[in-house]
């Protein structure tokens, strides 16, 4: 490839910032992503697309508990029962993605 041709890999400065702000919100990063929202906004982004990422990570965080909770309470009502077999975590069966409560996919 040569100095010319563009990199059609790296991403916009915008998109790596979503993407922060998301990561950020759906780990429960201390930080939140808030350092994110001035250079997102200096990027153009909307208030809307922001409340859009922001709606999905904290719904993906949210499943991603309830999922372990879920797993967790089955272990445990499990280990509660005589044992006649080996003590096990389940891990959870369902569909990838389900919606935000607003109905915003997050797939």
Known sequence: MSNAEPNNTELHPSVI???SL???VAANHPGQGLCQLDRLRQYG????QIDLVVEI???IRDEAGSKLDAGFDAA??????????PFKIPVAASAC???TPSGK???
Not at 76 to 81: F, G, I
Request: charged share 15%; proline share 7%; glycine share 0%.
């Open 57 to 59: 990570a904290r719904h």
């Open 105 to 107: 996919s997050c797939c």
């Open 97 to 99: 993605c389900t919606p």
């Open 22 to 24: 998301a990561a950020s």
């Open 17 to 19: 910032a979503l993407v």
């Open 76 to 85: 445990l009502a499990e280990s509660s029962q005589p044992a006649a077999k």
């Open 45 to 48: 982004v909307t208030a809307e």
